[in-house]
């Protein structure tokens, strides 16, 4: 027997079996202009001071861990078919220009969770409006801070392509918690 009311609060789930599926997004606007971009070069929300993809509360407890089992990339550029990757960090990394190389610096290797490759994108019947992308074979091991919930990326192309004028993109990922 156990006495229900003399169960303290905390990581006690009676009954529960199994992990819990999180899903969370992020949509962000890149510069109003059609540079074009180089294969390797960051895709971000600005040339001079750009912003981290937050993926708030992504993990079920502060400083949890889980996989990331599914990531989905869409673009309001129907045309676009290049090919992207999402760097992902348990801390906030050093935010990279728009069109600038992609760097990896050592400075963030403490935060470095790995990165979820996507294949090119596509799109859909001839009113698509958006071109996408889908991992769902994607098995990385992910995890916040200890004072966190947040998952933390940055994207980058793998080809070259021009983009449109103030591009959009949305990220989403779902992760199976702990």
Same mark, same amino acid.
């Given at each position: ?61 502060? =400083?949890? $861990? %889980? +996989? ?6 869409? !673009?309001?550029? @129907?045309?676009?078919? &290049?090919? /992207?990757? #999402? ?23 403490? =935060?470095? $969770? %790995? +990165? ?6 596509? !799109?859909?019947? @001839?009113?698509?409006? &958006?071109? /996408?992308? #889908? ?44």
């Amino acid at each position: 027997d156990v006495d229900i009311a003399s169960i303290a609060a905390g990581e006690t789930h009676l009954g529960e079996v199994g992990g819990k599926i999180i899903f969370q997004s992020v949509t962000f606007t890149r510069p109003a202009d059609t540079t074009a971009y180089a294969a390797k070069d960051a895709v971000s929300d600005s040339t001079s001071s750009p912003t981290v993809l937050t993926f708030t509360s992504l993990m079920r407890v502060v =400083g949890g $861990l %889980g +996989y990331v089992v599914k990531a989905r990339l869409m !673009t309001n550029q @129907s045309t676009n078919t &290049a090919r /992207f990757r #999402l760097h992902l960090y348990r801390t906030s990394p050093t935010a990279i220009n728009d069109n600038a190389a992609n760097t990896i610096l050592w400075a963030n290797r403490a =935060g470095w $969770l %790995g +990165y979820i490759d996507f294949s090119a994108c596509q !799109t859909e019947g @001839s009113g698509s409006d &958006a071109a /996408f992308s #889908l991992n769902d074979t994607a098995r990385l091991v992910v995890g916040s801070a200890a004072d966190s919930l947040t998952v933390y990326g940055l994207l980058e192309t793998l080809d070259a392509f021009t983009p449109a004028s103030g591009q959009q993109f949305h990220i989403g990922l779902n992760a199976d918690v702990n």
